[in-house]
């Protein structure tokens, strides 16, 4: 493709197609407008080689972008024109960020002779995607296009992923030049992943084999370092259990008998109370995020810390490290695999056994199979998980349907649980889910959101009609903001302050948009809709009514420490 | 409990546009005021250095420097103590011609090392570098005569020690 084009002027709207292509990459999702619209003639002739998938507000495009990233590992494309093309994606821009997630977000801008003149639909989204951005980029001349988007695709990727923004004027779009493209492996001012210092990997191995209990909390550093199997080697070989962040979730199988659960504000009971008791902590690939931690104050105080990190500036960010170990965990697993002695911690291993058993007998039976007539959402999970074997990638939203999915939700494979994790982003699940089956459309992939983070985007649901997109969607609906009913309930006194929800008959939504919809309120009819919905091969609304006033526990109230976690 | 004290952030960065944005957004997320900020070229070709001045507790300086360190084109970020660093702001004062033969102010800009830079019928400006601390000195004295104008520069430092900011570019 390069050669055809050497020497013969292309414009440069044609020059960012182009610059896609040569990276790979040849789908994308968006939104026209007046100030992209060149970009958008070149996408129309490029229609054989180059897919678009347009959504329904920026925001779902971008989401569906993020989802496509996070199960193929690759940036996620997504087009905006200027003005409120540009800052509706901010929120995805800002989420991507903090998850550490690979985009190319390339919007149209102005004219470069009215930059500043406060032109239609002009905004300085530079100014306003830079703190929410790994990198962005203004282009007014097309020569620049090819280098910008080369420097972009490299930095989006490379060590600690992160979203980057490129803002075309519309005069750079027309403007002919000679294209050629060289693909970038080199930034001077920019360091990636730091060089391993072969005395940390000694010395973590030192501490890890005079431990008596060691425990290990891993996050979306081994997924995004693509090191899942150096790490199944590494805790298999050392025998120490192994805990995940929110983020972290799928790296290993969750049936793993070396994994422990999940830790955080709802996550396991053992973990979060052994996470006080261990004598080395081994942090992998993770931020110790307030939510993981609770109380600062009172986190593995009596522990060795080890914190293996590819970012230098997440080390003693949070909690003090004794030992960091910087590098791509891809690389420091297998270093440190090497020096550690093969070694197994059974009763260590026995009292996170102990302390689960209780949650179950407490928590997690009940949820499952409860007493009353009303459905739970954890029992929606268990239907899921016996219909799929734990093989479907799960999407969900923000709140109690995401931190359900998190602790019941089995998985076999890595990069099946797609989430808005730091930032928190409702209306996130139903366009990630899109973006996701894009990019994985051989896999089963569903889609879990609560009543109130549906109706954020439900507008995606045509998207799902244009293009037939085979995604599964579960609205658990409770008719509240569940997860702010459930602190207005436990810390203001039941002063349910605009949490209660008036909802819209969902099913003859999705009926308007062509997807087959089941709504179920009780037992048999979940079980036997959750078959019908994975036996399909067609995109399936299911509503399920669950208790109203359902509660997430266990939890570590704000402020608590990890070990002080709720189990009612 | 660490107390707050000055600290002086150098930035050694590739010269682009928007770039002092990012930067100053990173202290501006920390709800940290910029004491003191100079932009200039460094002793290296083609590579810019931010020089900031903030009054923060050394741990979370680190951490900030750690934040631009890690900006695509940051070369590199560095802070340094009081006593780590040799350091100089510039002021200016215009003050009224009819001060000019006042011996008082002829001893006191003497004594300061002061210049006069330009002489008018209406005005004659002093140029004058020092700390801070020195420069608000000669301000207090000139003030009872009247300033017509006052300005001074942001801080200007270099470190004691090496900055391995020269092995760095070599190494890449």
Known sequence: ????????????????????????????????????????????????????????HEQGA???????????????????????????LVTGIADAQIDSTPLICITGQVSSHLLGSDAFQEIDIIGISTPITKW???????????????????????????????????????????????????IRSYRHTPKIKEAKIKEAAAVINQAKKPFIVFGQGVILGNAEEEFKTFIEKTGIPAASTLMGLSALPTSHPLYVGRVGMHGNYAPNVLT????????????????????????????????????????????????AVLGNVKETLVKLTEQVTPSSYKEWLGEFDKLY????????????????????????????????????????????????????????????????????????????????????????????????????????????????????????????????????????DKRYASTEMS?????????????EAKRVT????????????????????LEVLTEKEGNVFPMVPTGASVSDIRLS | METPQKFTISVYTENNIGLLNRLSAIFLKRHINIESLTASPSEIENIHRFTFVVIMQESKVKKIVGQ????????????????????????????????????????????RRANIINITKEYFVIDYTGSKEDIDILYDRLKPYGIMQFVRSGRIAISRSKMPISDYIKEI
């Open chain 1, 357 to 492: 058993q209780k949650e179950l007998e407490v928590v997690i039976e009940p949820q499952i199979k409860p007493s009353k007539d009303t459905l739970t959402m954890a029992e929606v999970f268990d239907q899921i998980n016996g219909q799929t074997n734990g093989d479907a990638v799960i999407v969900t939203d923000v709140g109690q349907n995401q931190m359900i999915a998190w602790r019941y939700a089995d998985f076999v494979k890595t990069r099946s649980s797609v989430t808005s994790g730091g930032l928190g982003t409702m209306g996130f699940s139903l366009p990630a889910a899109i973006g996701a089956k894009i990019g994985v459309p051989e896999r089963e992939v569903i889609s879990i959101v609560g009543d109130g983070g549906f109706q954020m985007t439900l507008q995606e649901l045509g998207v799902i009609m244009q293009h037939s997109i085979p995604v599964k969607v579960v609205v658990l609906n409770n008719e509240y903001l569940g997860m702010v009913r459930q602190w207005q309930e436990l810390f203001f």
């Open chain 1, 1 to 56: 493709m390069l050669k055809e084009h050497k020497n013969h002027k292309i414009s440069g709207a044609e020059a960012v197609i182009r610059c896609l292509l040569e990276e790979d990459s040849n789908i994308a999702f968006g939104y026209p407008g007046g100030a992209i619209m060149p970009i958008y003639d070149e996408i129309y002739k490029f229609e054989k080689q180059f897919r678009h998938i347009l959504g329904r």
């Open chain 1, 522 to 541: 009780t037992r048999e009819e979940l079980s036997k809709a959750v078959k019908e919905m994975i036996a399909s091969d067609k995109p399936y609304f």
């Open chain 1, 276 to 323: 006080n008791d261990c004598d080395v902590f081994i942090g992998i690939g993770m931020r110790f995020d307030d939510r993981v931690t609770g109380n600062l104050d009172s986190y593995a105080k009596q522990a060795k810390v080890i914190h293996l990190e590819i970012d230098p500036a997440e080390v003693d960010k949070n909690v003090k490290t004794d030992i």
């Open chain 1, 136 to 186: 962005n980029c203004q282009v007014t001349k097309a020569a620049d296009i090819p280098e910008v988007f080369a420097k972009a695709f490299y930095i989006a990727n490379s060590g600690r992923p992160g979203p980057v923004l490129i803002d075309i004027t519309k005069d750079a779009q027309f403007e002919k030049f000679d294209f050629s493209y060289k693909k970038c492996d080199k």
């Open chain 1, 503 to 515: 909802n819209p008959d969902f099913i003859k939504i999705a009926e308007a948009y062509g997807i």
């Open chain 1, 62 to 88: 971008i989401h569906s972008a993020q989802g496509f990233a996070r199960v193929t590992g690759r940036a996620g494309i997504v087009f905006a024109t200027s003005g409120p093309g540009a800052t509706n």
């Open chain 2, 68 to 111: 631009l360190d890690k900006q695509i084109e940051v070369v590199r970020a560095f802070y340094h103590s009081e006593d780590e660093i040799i350091y100089k702001e510039t002021a200016l004062f215009k003050v009224s011609t009819e001060h000019l033969y006042n011996e008082e102010i002829q001893d006191k800009l003497k004594f």
